[in-house]
């Protein structure tokens, strides 16, 4: 037999391995290898995009438009703060000592390939229901960990599955504690509550409904299946990872000389802080205080005090951190100013009036889950999208007599719904796994598919 007869021969045998869902996202895989930039030259062309339909689709003038970019690079810094801590208390939380020895004991728990993949998943899902931040974070930390173990008991795991298993936890992460468009809604004097007559809607009624949470187990119980079918299986191409995750641990402990040092090497310092942290939420709480994206925050900031050992570890910690928030921090500028040009130009307002014009209160939700699917694919900011798109969707469903709450959560869906083709959230998760966002899309994208389906079900149901 030649050479190249070898070759086809290895070529077709390849061609059959796996299950027929993972045969069939084969191409797709080798589409988005060849063809997806970098998550920032993906905000840069988005950019491009957004002007040239706003050129076409309104009548504002290309000077308008760079205005409206210029000042919307700016226009949520405020809200860019609650992101960047949101993600770097996470980051720092889910590195401090416990938990890590927890994610170490975690990693053990997997004793073969296709238990990991949903393993890594459910975990990542209710570390995102906790929140988003912490969500991403384990799931990368979670997937090194299972996948080192994994190595040395033998196991032959396909690593940047591990990784996108650990990603798709994310689907559910506008459905919990940490879900910005609700907790805006529950906020007096936000632009949720300007938008709903100056009322609030407690996040009973949207995060914490018995439909949404129902809706949340059925989510994470249909992508676990989907990843499942869709999981290399032996005999497949597999790319391991077999550097051992704890060798990365920052320790951040220093020589004790001076009596500074030993200020900073207390504990002590730390945990009388965090204290106060806590005191303050409970007082807060205790006299009828609202949760909020600040209070979330504080929440996480008082945890990692009690967890962290000493002034030094928390500062070795948040260094850490920082390197995964930068490029974050150097994109959401960006899309700001993609907001700023949608809602300038009109454009957010043609996409959702188009999809108003055709609906009834019953395909209201869906309809609108839709259209924030979409406007998320532009917008990856859960709270920047409720900003432009809320109000106006919020007004939309009151004429047709929509629950407000309905409408809330059914943009929510919409915002972490294309978040699994979308590579901005993705940042930081793929910074500490090494990989890149094609890596993972052939198996977001069957994700995105799952996790639609229930989400258009339950928007449906919720207003029949």
Known sequence: MSSTDSRSSNTAAKDKEGTPISRAMRPLNNLVERFIPSALVFSILLTFIVVILALFLTDTPPTDLMLHWGDGLAGLLDFITQMALILLFGHILANTGPVRRGLAFLGSVPQSELFAYVFVFLVAAIASLITWGLGLIVG??????????????????????????????????????????????????????????????????????????????????????????????????????????????????????????????????????????????????????????????????????????????????????????????????????ILGLMEGSGLIQIFSEAIVAVSNPVTFG??????????????????????????????????????????????????QWTNMIQPFWALPLLAIAGLKMRDLLGYTTIVLIASGLVFAATLLLVSL
């Open 140 to 337: 990368a930390l979670l997937a090194r960990e299972v996948a080192y173990q994994g190595a040395q008991r033998g196991l032959k795991l396909h690593f940047p599955m591990l990784v996108a298993s650990g990603f798709c936890g994310f689907i559910v992460w506008h459905m919990g504690y940490s879900a910005s468009g609700p907790l805006t809604a529950a906020t007096e004097d936000s632009f949720m509550a300007e938008a709903l007559g100056g009322e609030t809607i407690p996040l009973s009624q949207t995060v914490f409904s018995g439909w949404n949470m129902i809706a949340a187990a059925v989510t994470i119980i249909v992508v676990a299946l989907a990843l499942y079918l869709i999981a290399p299986r032996k005999g497949d191409h597999i790319i391991e990872f077999t550097a051992d995750a704890r060798q990365e641990v920052v320790d951040g402990q220093e020589e004790v000389v001076t009596p500074a040092d030993r200020i900073d090497a207390s504990r002590i310092v730390t945990l009388l802080l965090g204290l106060m942290v806590v005191t303050y939420l409970v007082l807060h709480f205790a006299q009828g205080g609202t949760l909020t994206l600040n209070t979330v925050n504080w929440s996480f900031l008082g945890l990692i005090l009690l967890l962290v050992r000493n002034p030094f570890e928390l500062i070795a910690l948040t260094k850490n951190a920082a390197s995964n928030v930068g490029e974050i921090l150097l994109q959401f500028p960006l899309y700001a100013g």
């Open 366 to 415: 869906v309809l609108a889950f839709l259209a924030a699917g979409l406007v998320n694919f532009f917008v990856p900011s859960g709270g920047g999208q409720f900003a432009v798109q809320g109000p106006i969707m919020l007004s939309a469903g009151a004429e047709l007599n929509v629950d407000p709450e309905i409408t809330i959560m059914a943009v929510s869906y919409g915002d």
